[in-house]
């Protein structure tokens, strides 16, 4: 008789351990991913306020060479040290960021423009319309990225403008899918129906109904497009068919730090390289703290 008055407190007991186990848990991941989010968030903040004010309050010019300089190792003068050149590398790398920058962020609201349109006018129309377009984004889809990135920017002179129609033409696949399946899930809604109903035109119902619900994932999905843009532009201008090789950006300079690597100085790629990783990462994570709030059942998972 006591065992069997002892056996549903302890039951009760074991509920009550694995109760703050989860809570416990739950509490850590949500301080892991809330240091997370401000991490990511100065990350951003001190890589926007370099590229916006670093190259006008230096007032130097990036170009120029002094060759007594020549691959001197990080110091207090250079912070990055020089470039195979004589070149300051900090200064270079904060040119060569904005530039990447540039690219990433123009191509980005292009793609997300031309994917936002197709994915929604395939989605509001259905039928042939929504098959043909479709199967459009299929087609596309099966051929390489850079491949067909490659053969875009093949067909102008190097520079800003072809990266970034390259970039945008090959990027704008995802934003598509995602609007059509967000859209057509939209259209099942019963407000929609309700607004159907009452008389609306299939135009008021797209622009008050449909597109303020699909602008969260679109512009979550331009936010991601954004470092997939820059290592675009990085592996195209590292192969030479990017930016021309005067002109700072982070793939010029890694493609040019080649050879100083081979002889041992690893400043003129480890800084570049770190350019390129870090920001990607904190993009990254401040579009994923972007997606747990637009995404209410994902963030009722996190919070357990």
Excluded at 14 to 34: C, I, L, M, Y
């Amino acid at each position: 008789m006591a065992d069997l008055a002892e056996r549903p407190a302890s039951a009760e007991g074991a509920e009550h351990v694995e109760t703050r186990a989860w809570r416990s848990h739950g509490r850590t991941r949500r301080s892991t991913r809330t240091v997370r989010v401000r991490t990511s968030a100065v990350i951003v903040v001190v890589v926007a306020l370099a590229v916006l004010v670093v190259p006008p309050l230096a007032n130097l010019d990036q170009q120029a060479v002094d060759l007594s300089m020549k691959l001197r190792p990080p110091s207090l003068a250079h912070p990055f040290g020089t470039d195979d050149v004589g070149r300051d590398l900090l200064l270079r790398c904060v040119y060569g960021l904005r530039v990447s920058l540039l690219v990433g962020l123009v191509a980005a609201v292009v793609a997300t423009v031309i994917g936002t349109t197709v994915g929604a006018v395939a989605a509001a129309f259905g039928g042939w319309t929504d098959r043909v377009v479709m199967r459009l984004v299929d087609t596309f889809s099966s051929v390489p990225h850079l491949l067909l990135g490659i053969f875009i920017v093949a067909m102008f002179r190097p520079g800003v403008w072809p990266v970034i129609v390259s970039v945008a033409l090959t990027h704008w696949l995802s934003t598509a899918r995602i609007v059509r399946s967000e859209v057509l899930s939209l259209r099942s809604r019963p407000y929609i129906d309700a607004a159907v109903s009452g008389g609306a035109s299939r135009w008021r119902v797209a622009v008050r109904h449909l597109l303020p619900g699909v602008l969260p994932q679109a512009g979550l999905a331009a936010v991601l497009m954004v470092p997939h843009a820059m290592w675009h532009e990085s592996a195209l201008s590292f192969l030479g068919l990017g930016l021309p090789t005067h002109q700072a950006s982070l793939g010029n300079l890694v493609q040019s730090a080649r050879g100083s690597l081979l002889a041992g100085d690893w400043w003129p790629t480890l800084f570049p390289g770190l350019l390129l990783i870090v920001p990607t990462l904190a993009i990254a994570g401040l579009a994923g703290a972007w997606r747990e709030r637009i995404n209410p059942r994902r963030r009722s998972e996190l919070m357990l």
